[in-house]
């Protein structure tokens, strides 16, 4: 996979994240570690997506 096709499944998995994490929100018995455990995985994204953003820009 190139570089530009990693860097929009990340985004594509950040925003599925995103919508999953909203849709828990507003379940009336929301999992708060669920929850957790999901913004985690998103932020793991996007710190992974500003490496990649800092090495493109380096080449």
Same mark, same amino acid.
């Given at each position: ?5 990693? %860097? @929009? &499944? /990340?985004? !594509? ?6 919508? #999953?994490?909203? $849709? ?10 669920? %929850? @957790? &455990? /999901?913004? !985690? ?6 710190? #992974?997506?500003? $490496? ?8």
């Amino acid at each position: 996979m190139s570089l530009q096709g990693h %860097i @929009v &499944e /990340l985004q !594509r998995r950040h925003e599925a994240l995103e919508k #999953e994490i909203e $849709k828990e929100q507003i379940h009336p018995n929301a999992n708060d570690v669920k %929850i @957790v &455990e /999901l913004k !985690r995985k998103k932020l793991q994204i996007k710190d #992974e997506l500003a $490496k990649l953003a800092v090495s493109e820009t380096r080449h």
